[in-house]
């Protein structure tokens, strides 16, 4: 019941309305479309209205001439008959046009452009009469049946009202000569299609922000399919746990094969320890070839022992490293004093065990930034 229309309250996600619109699923106002080509062809009626009322007169004026050729057998009639079909379809199959293509446009316009096949590919689904019956008599079906069925009404009543009003316009109309008489029914009729067209405008004003309210509540998620989603896009969280202790693993393995190589380890006795490693031919500063806490530090520091690393215990310099260096990295220009007294010490040390000079003494002080020993407390009075 985790997917029922009830527990579907969260909204779609844009990787859903994505998805939606590669289905063919946008939102689309039907009474958009109808107002905005029938507003054009008003438009383009009434500005060729001089032009065509001319030649509507002149057509009908034509139509009823004779001649004894005419009336010689019913094939002139015909022949004349296709002859002024042909001209009234050449005069509207380009408003028919002119009113598909904006149509179309005011549906781009609505749900933006939006161009797949999948709409319109074959689905078992919708040939299964029980499902087709469930979609007819849907809150949805129903809803559009009683919107159009509404508008239809409301046009068929100002239509109603209109001509009822407009009947003894029509009938002066007459009694008058055929130019006249076009032209004084031309302006009652744009009356009427004025109000029809002002009463398909208000459909349309709210049909499209319904229209998108609806797209929206049908594509809304319940927490089961939003946890879905997240699982698809960021991936199982079991799995990358999983990674990201293989990675941890092979970084520790790739640090501990380092230390054997290392210049020497600084240690903080009981937390910290990190490996430094400095070459003046390929580098330009001392780099942190390991850094550890706790379990991982005593094990670096057995493995530089075994591998006969020296071990140094400097607390300040420990910390410090570790919290402000990165493996593989340069160590801060901060720190470049004291890693060069100790590593001084180190190379003084490796010559007085090689016979080469004297045993080194104690190592001198180490002046470590108090800023990046992460011990050192800031105090009260210059917190700001």
């Known amino acids: 019941m985790s997917d029922s229309a009830q527990d579907r309250t969260l909204p779609a996600t844009p990787r859903k309305i994505a998805k939606a619109r590669e289905d063919g699923q946008v939102a689309r106002s039907r009474d958009l479309g109808h107002f905005a080509a029938f507003f054009t062809a008003g438009l383009l009626l009434m500005a060729l209205a001089p032009d065509a009322m001319a030649w509507l007169a002149h057509w009908l004026a034509s139509g009823m001439q004779f001649d004894a050729t005419a009336l010689a057998g019913p094939q002139a009639m015909t022949d ?16 028919g046009l002119l009113m598909a293509a904006v149509a179309l446009a005011a549906g781009v316009a609505c749900g933006g452009w939006n161009f797949t096949w999948k709409a319109i590919a074959p689905k078992w689904s919708k040939l299964d009469p029980f499902a087709g019956v469930a979609r007819v008599f849907s809150p949805a079906q129903f809803g559009q049946a009683l919107k159009a069925c509404a508008l239809a009404l409301v046009l068929a009543v100002i239509g109603g009202l209109f001509l009822k009003a407009s009947l003894p316009r029509f009938m ?44 929206l509540k049908r594509l809304r998620m319940s927490h089961a399919e939003m946890k879905k989603e997240h699982k698809e896009v960021e991936g199982n969280g079991d799995v990358k746990a999983k990674m990201r202790v293989r990675m941890r ?6 640090m501990m094969a380092a230390v054997p190589g290392a210049d020497v380890v600084v240690m903080n006795p009981t937390h910290f320890a990190v490996a430094l490693k400095y070459d003046d031919a390929n580098m330009a500063a001392p780099r942190v070839v390991a850094k550890g806490a706790d379990l991982m530090a005593f094990r670096i520091r057995d493995a530089a022992r075994e591998a006969k690393v020296p071990v140094l215990e400097a607390p300040p310099l420990a910390r410090a490293l570790y919290a402000h260096a990165e493996v593989d990295r340069e160590i801060p220009a901060a720190l470049f ?48």
């Not at 002859?83 to 408003?95: D, H, Q």
């Open 337 to 384: 004093s004291a890693v060069a007294q100790v590593l001084a010490w180190v190379y003084q040390l490796r010559a007085a065990m090689a016979g080469r000079a004297a045993a080194p003494g104690d190592l001198p002080a180490l002046v470590v930034p108090a800023e990046l020993d992460p011990k050192h407390s800031i105090p009260e009075d210059a917190e700001e």
């Open 172 to 215: 002066h109309a007459l009694g008058m000569p055929l130019p006249g008489a076009i032209s004084h029914a031309g302006s009652a009729v744009w009356s009427g299609v004025v109000l029809l067209l002002l009463a398909m405008g208000t459909f349309a004003l709210v049909d499209v922000p319904l229209q998108r309210h609806l797209w």
């Open 249 to 254: 693993e092979l970084a520790n393995r790739r």
């Open 80 to 95: 004349r008959l296709a002859l002024f079909g042909g001209r009234f379809v050449l005069a509207v199959v380009p408003i």
